[in-house]
């Protein structure tokens, strides 16, 4: 079974600053998907960057970064120029290929709490 | 952009009675939707995955019989707690794709908070 870890359970970060969140994962899937999700205070999760593990390129979402490390099964997260709408839980999660008969499945880690201070 | 609507937004109810989540996909057909739980500082574990007009499928550990899943339509998913007790009280997710939007196209409703008392 896969699994993920963010060990961070929290972090804060000046505004304007840049902050990276670590996230680790097991897994003996060769082939598969990662993703970082936000939630807010209202709950709602929202997609903020993907990345395919087939891809040695990492993935650039405006002020959001990954650093995808295959091998070492790291994929972190760098946010640039951080702004006091960043304020959220980010949930790391895995997905690996589906295959026939497969579950689409979405494994999340615990989440980081990130507060950005004025 | 897609929208998903749950309902409600939190709900209260007497131990040993049973409540009905809806879950709504707004612009899109979702072929394909997710129920999530979430503890406190937890992450969100999937509890099943419902395709329309089928049966859903649970993820182990999850009773089939207690949390009743019907994806009746491709715009609805319900999530029925029977008999709940105070230990189902939690915070439940659900999410929607639309048909040939893996791996990406997941679009999450609000949450709903339930309290068993």
């Known amino acids: 079974a896969q699994t993920v870890t963010q060990s961070q359970p929290e972090m804060s970060v000046q505004e304007a600053e840049t902050v990276t969140l670590s996230c680790t994962y097991d897994?003996?899937?060769?082939?598969?998907?990662l993703f970082w999700y936000k939630q807010p205070p209202s709950r709602q999760m929202i997609l903020v960057i993907r990345?395919?593990?087939?891809?040695?390129q990492n993935a650039t979402e405006n002020r959001f970064s990954v650093n995808f490390q295959k091998a070492a099964k790291s994929f972190s997260l760098k946010i640039s120029d951080s702004q006091l709408g960043d304020t959220a839980m980010y949930f790391c999660?895995?997905?690996?290929?589906?295959?026939?008969?497969?579950?689409?499945?979405?494994?999340f880690g615990k989440g980081t709490k990130l507060t950005v201070n004025p | 952009g897609a929208v998903v609507s749950q309902h409600p937004s939190w709900v209260i109810c007497k131990s040993g009675t049973s409540v009905k989540i809806e879950c709504r996909s707004l612009?899109?057909?979702?072929?394909?939707m997710f129920w999530y739980r979430q503890f406190p500082k937890q992450s969100l574990m999937l509890m099943a995955t419902?395709?329309?007009?089928?049966?859903?499928?649970?993820e182990q550990g999850v009773e089939k019989d207690k949390f009743l899943i019907n994806h009746a339509s491709l715009t609805l998913s319900t999530l029925t707690v029977t008999s709940a007790h105070p230990e189902d009280s939690s915070f439940y997710i659900c999410?929607?794709?639309?048909?040939?939007?893996?791996?990406?196209?997941?679009?999450f409703g609000s949450g709903t908070r339930l309290t068993v008392v």
């Open positions: 999410s929607a794709r639309a048909y040939g939007l893996y791996p990406y196209g997941y679009t």
């Open positions: 897994t003996s899937e060769s082939n598969y998907y």
């Open positions: 990345q395919e593990a087939y891809k040695q």
């Open positions: 999660a895995f997905m690996k290929l589906l295959t026939q008969g497969g579950s689409e499945k979405l494994v």
């Open positions: 612009d899109f057909q979702a072929t394909t």
């Open positions: 419902s395709n329309e007009g089928s049966k859903a499928t649970y």
